[in-house]
């Protein structure tokens, strides 16, 4: 993958900074350590909910990781036309539609994978993108 335009989504970025999963994180962040990602403002979005609704950050806490994460990753924006590829993918490929914005957001951006937990390893899509999951 080194070299490689990456994308991540949500959970990847989650259990780097969570302390629940303590395997899972020693995994992401030596993935991390090791390569370029990049995110959408929907990963952004996601991640800022999940922190201060699931994980219980304080507000500032989760303002921190979020400015954290906007200064070290290429974050690309959701336009209509990735809700558009979105709906697409979600009819062909079946899975959830906010799976189907982060693989829309990810094709639009010309990456070669997607780092997740959430779709099948190894499947490609739009003979493009590869999913890759680092706890298989």
Do not use: W
């Given at each position: 993958?080194?070299?490689?335009?990456?994308?991540?989504?949500?959970?990847?970025?989650?259990?780097?900074?969570?302390?629940?999963?303590?395997?899972?994180?020693?995994?992401?962040?030596?993935?991390?350590?090791?390569?370029?990602?990049?995110?959408?403002?929907?990963?952004?979005?996601?991640?800022?909910?999940?922190?201060?609704?699931?994980?219980?950050?304080?507000?500032?806490?989760?303002?921190?990781?979020?400015?954290?994460?906007?200064?070290?990753?290429?974050?690309?924006?959701?336009?209509?036309?990735?809700?558009?590829?979105?709906?697409?993918?979600?009819?062909?490929?079946?899975?959830?539609?906010?799976?189907?914005?982060?693989?829309?957001?990810?094709?639009?951006?010309?990456?070669?994978?997607?780092?997740?937990?959430?779709?099948?390893?190894?499947?490609?899509?739009?003979?493009?993108?590869?999913?890759?999951?680092p706890f298989r």
């Amino acid at each position: 993958m080194t070299g490689e335009k990456i994308f991540l989504d949500t959970n990847i970025i989650i259990y780097a900074h969570s302390h629940q999963d303590t395997i899972k994180q020693h995994i992401v962040r030596k993935l991390i350590i090791t390569n370029d990602f990049m995110i959408s403002t929907h990963v952004i979005d996601e991640f800022y909910n999940i922190c201060s609704k699931k994980l219980h950050y304080s507000i500032t806490e989760t303002n921190q990781k979020v400015n954290f994460l906007l200064d070290n990753y290429p974050t690309v924006p959701v336009y209509d036309h990735t809700d558009k590829i979105a709906i697409y993918l979600q009819d062909k490929y079946k899975y959830h539609f906010f799976d189907c914005l982060m693989l829309a957001s990810a094709l639009e951006n010309k990456c070669k994978f997607i780092i997740t937990e959430d779709m099948q390893h190894g499947q490609l899509i739009e003979n493009d993108l590869t999913i890759f999951n680092p706890f298989r």
